[in-house]
């Protein structure tokens, strides 16, 4: 039987397998920065140990760093404690690192590609859960915590369980005004932010081929708001373009090498996934989430759920302590991390939002069901517990069958 | 790591779901470069509100959490887990967790214990009906028990092995030393190196 992406470079990293144990994979590059780092070296310093690899080993100052006035002492004694704890563990330990002012210093996520060493048919960790931004290149990358960086630092190796495998394929072109984020918006809409748990989702399809390695890298880093474990992206053209004389890259016979064996990193047609998804990109809209987790969210042609029909406290917070930002001009605008709230002329949720008839039986699958002019997912509306099994959410901008309007709704059982 | 085999205590209703690693242990709590003294940051939000359920008298000195469904998401930090560890927490219920966070949980000896939500509901109602109801969670016959309720759980065996012989990870990684030695001399040279070039 075929095998897919993941699987493959999954196979090529086993270092010991032994049934009923998890895999001991090898790990090809890991990357540090100072905040999930420093208990870790403590760890090792307890116990008298080194770091095994150094050569595949790269830390940054990211996370606690001022973007202004870099060359002035750090104002917040906690994060300038943090700063200098990972220069000094770097210094004992022999770890290459790039400091603040340093030209190469960046978000670790952004140092590991345009350095040229994140590569196809890699495994990428670090102590950060977006380390999935990585499975852009091909490459198995994914979050770890405190005492896994120790485990990396320690050995260079991880023992892991294995993971299931989903592929999102997204269908045809996207319209000109939707964004890579747009999309995984609408993905992470469509699975749930627990719906990609325990999985590893590779994207494919015409639409995420088309896509630029940044567009690519936007749609596998927020992989982890599915609650994924990894998110992958075959490498292609596209790939090996970007990497190309990068500092860090293959060159000469071994960018030849690596080149070839990046060509087979592809999933066999044969190959089985746990989990299928498929999109159209065409009917995508731009998309925006309304609370504070990614699942909250709508295309922009939606309304917005009333907080007063969630039954969880939880889900009643986020709406209405939900950061965002208002539009200056009365309508909804999108800002980085795509949250925002109406502003007073958004008109409210009305009753009639919520009475749509029930969705036809042969919609009722969370897949997109074949001759069906609109999807049905039992995603949350309002509440996550109680009503997403019993009600039923049009999340498709497209028209629903009887011509209704596109205005989410639900029905409550 | 401290073995886990059973633990009996009262325990903390937290009705609420999908609570991330940022609720329990806001980001500007992850300066501290040290694993201990995290416990006045866990749920560091809610717990401005007096009504918040750890804020509450009859439920001080619990050390059973049960949560809601999707606990744990969000960012890797593993502080969320020391921060748990630090207030006095062995042991957390949920019907889900996130992957990384239960990661986490299992390698600093802090049970998470997946149980169906309709468990879930019962535990609540019971702590909530009677705080001072007592919940056993009990590695070595993989069981919660409380008042009316029996409820087995699964655990991988290699996951509860470590646990209940509080075994080191790295200790156990470092036997197998030949072996990554002899992967380590069969890697392709074209493999990135981030020695300086």
């Known amino acids: 039987m075929g095998r897919t992406l993941a699987e493959k470079v999954w196979d090529d990293h086993v270092v010991r397998h032994a049934d009923g144990e998890p895999d001991l994979l090898f790990i090809d590059l890991h990357l540090l920065h100072e905040v999930t780092s420093p208990q870790a070296f403590d760890g090792l310093r307890k116990a008298g140990r080194q770091v095994r690899r150094t050569d595949l080993t790269i830390a940054t100052e990211d996370h606690n760093t001022p973007t202004l006035d870099i060359d002035k002492p750090i104002a917040d004694p906690v994060s300038r404690t943090q700063l200098e704890t990972l220069r000094k563990n770097c210094a004992e330990f022999g770890v290459r690192l790039h400091p603040l002012g340093d030209v190469e210093q960046g978000v670790v996520h952004v140092v590991g590609p345009q350095l040229g060493l994140t590569q196809p048919g890699t495994t990428v960790v670090c102590g950060d859960s977006h380390t999935s931004t990585h499975g852009a290149f091909g490459a198995l990358a994914f979050g770890i915590g405190t005492s896994q960086v120790e485990h990396v630092l320690a050995t260079q190796t991880l023992p892991l369980a294995p993971f299931k495998t989903m592929a999102v394929t997204v269908e045809g072109e996207l319209p000109e005004t939707v964004t890579a984020k747009d999309l995984i918006l609408a993905i992470i809409a469509r699975i749930g932010t627990g719906g990609g748990q325990g999985f590893v989702i590779e994207y494919r399809g015409e639409a995420i081929e088309k896509l630029s390695m940044e567009a690519r890298m936007t749609v596998c880093n927020m992989s982890i708001e599915a609650g994924a474990r990894a998110g992958m992206i075959a490498p292609d053209e596209t790939t090996f373009a970007y990497l190309q004389g990068r500092p860090h890259a293959p060159q000469g016979e071994d960018w030849d090498a690596a080149v070839e064996y990046w060509r087979t990193l592809r999933s066999d047609d044969d190959a089985v996934f746990d989990r299928e998804v498929v999109i159209d990109a065409s009917e995508l809209a731009p998309f925006v989430t309304w609370g504070t987790n990614p699942g909250q969210g709508a295309p922009l042609s939606e309304s917005v759920p009333d907080p007063s029909t969630f039954e969880d406290a939880s889900e009643k917070y986020a709406r209405r302590e939900g950061p965002g930002v208002h539009g200056s001009d009365g309508r909804v605008s999108r800002c980085a991390k795509s949250r925002w709230t109406p502003s007073s002329s958004v008109p409210a949720p009305t009753a009639a939002s919520r009475t749509c008839a029930p969705p036809p039986r042969s919609c009722t699958a969370v897949r997109w069901p074949t001759g069906c002019g609109c999807w049905w997912s039992p995603v949350r509306c309002g509440s996550r517990s109680r009503p997403w099994r019993r009600g039923w959410t049009r999340c498709s901008p497209r028209p629903a069958p009887s011509g209704g309007t596109r205005a989410a709704r639900c029905v409550w059982a | ?197």
Do not use: C
């Open chain 2, 1 to 197: 790591m401290e073995a886990f085999t059973t633990h009996t205590g009262r325990a903390v209703p937290l009705r609420r779901s999908n609570v991330d690693t940022d609720q329990i242990i806001p980001a500007h709590w992850l300066k501290k470069v040290t694993r201990d003294g995290f416990e006045d940051g866990l749920f560091e939000a809610w717990r401005k509100d007096p009504e918040f359920v750890l804020n509450r008298s009859e439920h001080k000195g619990g050390t059973v959490l049960v949560a809601g469904p999707d606990f744990g998401t969000g960012s890797s930090r593993e502080h969320a887990v020391w921060a748990l560890q630090n207030y006095g927490f062995k042991a957390v219920i949920s019907s889900r967790f996130a992957d990384i966070f239960r990661g986490n949980s299992l390698k600093n000896g802090l049970l998470t214990v997946v149980l169906p939500q309709e468990t879930v509901d019962r535990l609540w109602k019971l702590v909530e009906a009677d705080p001072a109801a007592e919940v056993t969670v009990d590695l070595v016959d993989r069981q919660v028990r409380a008042e009316g309720i029996t409820a087995d759980f699964e655990l991988d065996e290699n996951a509860r092995w470590r646990l209940l012989e509080g075994l080191d990870d790295i200790s156990l990684t470092l036997r197998e030393e030949a072996d990554i030695v002899a992967y380590e001399g069969r890697r392709p040279s074209f493999k990135p190196s981030t020695t300086v070039v």
